[in-house]
């Protein structure tokens, strides 16, 4: 089992910048992928960004610039820097871990944090 908790949300204005923290704890080797995906009002969940075990990153088209994800092991704690953050990022934002065991995936998540960006 993989233990996710997120941190960092908050109020924001237009422009501004937000870091997001995700703090793994339990079976943290056998993760092999680690996200944020982001839930709006009214709306389903998106990926944000994908960091995975090698250190190849993607990201959703409407972040990239904006956000970048990193990790720091030593901490087993993955990032979501956020910069220059639009009234459209307003979401709750989910920290995510994928474990793979051939083509089987199982998903991890935390609880989410709510960051809403507003003047």
């Known amino acids: 089992q993989v233990q996710l908790v997120e941190s960092g949300g908050g109020l924001v204005q237009p422009g501004g910048s937000l870091r997001l923290s995700c703090a793994a704890s339990?079976?943290?080797?056998?993760?092999?992928?680690m996200g944020w995906y982001r839930q709006a009002p009214g709306k389903g969940r998106e990926l944000v960004a994908r960091?995975?075990?090698?250190?190849?990153?993607n990201y959703a088209d409407s972040v990239k610039g904006r956000f970048t994800i990193s990790r720091d092991n030593a901490k087993n704690t993955v990032y979501l820097q956020m910069n220059s953050l639009k009234p459209e990022d307003t979401a709750v934002y989910y920290c995510?871990?994928?474990?793979?065991?051939?083509?089987?995936?199982?998903?991890?998540w935390g609880t989410g944090t709510l960051v809403t960006v507003s003047s």
């Open positions: 960091l995975t075990f090698g250190g190849s990153t």
């Open positions: 339990g079976s943290i080797f056998s993760i092999d992928v």
């Open positions: 995510n871990a994928e474990r793979y065991h051939g083509i089987a995936k199982v998903d991890y």
